[in-house]
């Protein structure tokens, strides 16, 4: 019976962890619940949960996700904002269906009834928006149409025809907004109190589960002892049960004692005296009765104590079963309990939802208000200025009939000056033709000085050419060694182009050798690398080759020039140069034997580009070394 109740109590502990196990909604759930809470004419594009949240509240899991939602209309979303010519609305379009929105918010659901019951909270509703032109019962027209205008301008034209004065369109805005402003203050006490009596039921519904979770926790409190006081009064029966035991087994040693002292009394009768003869050391009948007196008390001892063991156990034994049959009762107590919590939940549960549908209503509610009143005020602008500009068109009619009358008379008076202008402009035509062949004369007389300015232009060249000839000739004359010089560097040069190729990776100016950067060195180093070595092998032969010429000249010096991009601070540039044309004279010098009395180093930093753009290939550019003959 024990073990029955402790099932039964343990399956009831077990259900709401067997409730919790069932499996948790996927995302194609959590969108559908998502798109129930949405008007019926929006898409849903993209859903994304952030974060899931389990709980158990009650005895009953709860799954609560946060996520965000990218949603879109399928039309074009429209507010009424007031009548116009008798059956027409007017609506000004609030949304258009290629906006999409962002929504963010959260999905709380919980099982109910086998499946998952959710609740949508929307952190930025999208409530307020407008609804499709198609739902609209009346005819319609948009603010700011062209039909809308060509309706207004039909009215007024008409009321103009009829004599009516100013001619301005029935639309009946204020009466209107007035209207629907009294309307929604309606709807919008109606649906606060029924939040307030929902408020009221959910109020009461928590209190009524408080009560019931209070009921239950003194239940499971009640039950706890009652399997306390078992649990002690099934020990204690065990621990009589074994000193019982422990008793019997002793006097059933003592009554085997017993039996023993009385066959040696038997052994004492007179008959048996031939053959048992007591010894020396043998006790003394009178000992012997003594012991058996004692044994026999103490045999009867015992068996009281057993016997009032047993009652005590058959005591403890209808307890136990009294017990038992409370704590069953206290299980049904509390699985009573159980289900009336579930129902409450279950109650709470749908009082929440319609607290949350009378929310979101009232939401909306508020929302369409706030953008009736916006559409409003928008409308009523657009009225004030259609009316300023009729008053303003009016006003300028007059102006222009005005200024019509006065136009007239000026171009009277005009119509007389231009009749006198004719007779002066058939007069200027003649003067016109005279002053046009004089012009023709002059520019032919110009043309005639232009060509005779050109040609002793070009004589003066000619003869400018002739005397820098001459004076060339008297400076290489003067000076033979610049003559020299300039014949090494051109035999110096033209022995270059003969000899490097573009696989060299050598440019050849009119009087210098540029090496890029990139070839000789590592970035930010000095040292040379091995296909900057090559490079200046072949730089070196054919210096070797032009030797004789080179040698001829006095004070000639071989320039290595050092220099970098702008990259970086001009002191390093100036080091990072410097430190870069030095390690080829130190190569030229060590490796390829030649003279450091005829040798340069020099190094220009950045300030001596060849190109002053900044993108890497003219970086590229700008870091190269020159090496050029030179006279000291």
Excluded at 385 to 413: F, G
Excluded at 473 to 493: I, N, Y
């Amino acid at each position: 019976m024990l073990l029955r109740n402790f099932t039964a109590l343990a399956f009831l502990a077990l259900m709401p962890l067997i409730a919790a196990a069932q499996a948790p909604p996927q995302t194609e759930a959590l969108r559908a619940s998502l798109r129930e809470a949405l008007p019926a004419y929006w898409t849903i594009r993209s859903f994304r949960e952030i974060e899931r949240r389990q709980a158990e509240v009650s005895g009953t899991p709860r799954l609560t996700v946060y996520f965000e939602a990218e949603v879109v209309p399928g039309t074009d979303l429209y507010l009424p904002v007031g009548l116009c010519a008798g059956p027409f609305a007017i609506l000004t379009r609030t949304r258009g269906p290629e906006e999409p929105r962002r929504l963010k918010g959260r999905i709380r659901m919980q099982p109910a009834d086998g499946r998952w019951k959710s609740l949508v909270r929307l952190f930025n509703p999208v409530s307020g928006l407008g609804r499709p032109l198609a739902s609209f019962d009346m005819p319609v027209l948009e603010l700011g149409s062209q039909k809308q205008i060509e309706l207004v301008a039909a009215l007024r034209a008409a009321r103009i025809d009829a004599g009516s004065g100013t001619a301005e369109p029935s639309c009946d805005l204020p009466e209107i907004a007035a209207v629907r402003s009294s309307d929604a203050s309606a709807r919008e006490a109606r649906e606060s109190r029924e939040a307030r009596h929902l408020l009221e039921l959910l109020q009461q519904a928590m209190a009524e589960r408080d009560a019931a979770m209070a009921a239950q926790r003194a239940a499971e409190a009640e039950r706890d002892a009652a399997m306390a006081r078992a649990t002690r009064a099934s020990d204690e029966r065990d621990r009589l049960l074994a000193a019982l035991t422990q008793r019997n087994r002793l006097l059933k040693q003592d009554m085997a004692s017993a039996e023993s002292e009385q066959e040696l009394t038997r052994g004492l009768r007179p008959n048996d005296k031939s053959s048992h003869a007591p010894s020396p050391d043998a006790p003394s009948p009178k000992e012997l009765r003594r012991k058996l007196d004692a044994v026999r008390a103490e045999g009867l001892a015992l068996r009281a104590a057993l016997e009032a063991r047993t009652s005590e156990i058959r005591d403890l034994r209808g307890k136990l079963t009294d017990q038992e049959k409370l704590a069953a009762a206290e299980a049904l107590a509390a699985e009573e309990l159980r289900k009336k919590l579930k129902e409450a939940d279950a109650e709470r549960i749908a009082l929440t939802l319609n607290l949350e549908e009378a929310r979101k209503r009232a939401e909306e509610t508020l929302n369409l208000l706030g953008a009736a009143e916006a559409a409003k005020a928008r409308a009523q602008e657009v009225l004030v200025q259609v009316k300023a500009a009729s008053a303003r068109d009016r006003r300028q009619i007059a102006v222009l009939n005005r200024q019509i009358a006065e136009l007239h008379k000026q171009l009277t008076s005009l119509q007389a000056v231009l009749d006198a202008s004719e007779a002066r402009d058939f007069a200027n035509q003649v003067q016109v033709q005279t002053l046009a062949t004089r012009l023709n004369v002059a520019l032919a007389q110009v043309a005639a000085e232009r060509k005779r300015a050109a040609q002793l232009e070009a004589g003066k060249t000619r003869s400018l050419r002739k005397e820098v000839d001459t004076l060339r000739k008297q400076a290489d004359s003067c000076d033979p060694a610049l003559a020299q010089f300039v014949t090494a560097r051109q035999a110096l040069f033209a022995q270059a182009r003969k000899t490097l190729t573009e696989a060299d990776g050598i440019t050849v100016t009119d009087d210098r050798f540029v090496l890029s950067a990139a070839a000789l060195f590592k970035s930010g180093s000095a040292t040379l690398t091995p296909q900057g070595r090559r490079q200046i092998d072949r730089m070196a032969e054919v210096l070797r080759s032009v030797q004789s010429e080179i040698g001829a000249v006095q004070g000639w010096i071989l320039r290595v020039d050092g220099h970098t991009d702008r990259t970086g601070s001009p002191e390093a540039n100036w080091q990072l140069s410097q430190a870069r044309a030095l390690s080829v004279l130190r190569y030229l010098v060590e490796e390829k034997g030649f003279s450091p009395k005829h040798l340069s180093a020099n190094g220009f930093g950045q300030f001596q580009p060849i190109s002053p753009f900044t993108s890497p290939e003219a970086l590229a550019k700008n870091r190269r070394i020159e090496v050029k003959l030179a006279r000291r």
